[in-house]
Nanobody
Framework: QVQLVESGGGLVQAGGSLRLSCATS????????MGWYRQAPGKVRELVAR???????TYLDSVEGRFTISRDNAKNTVYLQMNRLALEDTAVYSC????????WGRGTQVTVSS
């Protein structure tokens, strides 16, 4: 059974930083890509960042230059480094892994305060 376990969420002041982690239960090489989605209350879920097995990355326009996605293949873990956090970054962040289907983590809350 595939498990994606997120950690690293929390409360941070605007302008601060957080790092999210997503650990997979099996080998990270089982997936074509991994990434992070977020969903704020009353808003649609959006793809924040994605990293392919080859290491190619894509970002949501509003986080480009502030967020960095990376992967540690030895630890079967994907990270999302979030810098210069803004109020509008407040959301539940969920890890996703793509193979023949998409697997999801349970999500971690990120709250940015003024």
């Amino acid at each position: 059974q595939v498990q994606l376990v997120e950690s690293g969420g929390g409360l941070v002041q605007a302008g601060g930083s957080l790092r999210l982690s997503c650990a997979t239960s099996g080998s990270i090489f089982n997936y074509n890509a991994m990434g992070w989605y977020r969903q704020a209350p009353g808003k649609v879920r959006e793809l924040v960042a994605r990293i392919s097995a080859a290491g190619r990355t894509t970002y949501l326009d509003s986080v480009e230059g502030r967020f960095t996605i990376s992967r540690d293949n030895a630890k079967n873990t994907v990270y999302l480094q979030m810098n210069r956090l803004a109020l509008e970054d407040t959301a539940v962040y969920s890890c996703a892994a793509w193979s023949s289907v998409v697997y999801w983590g349970r999500g971690t809350q990120v709250t940015v305060s003024s």
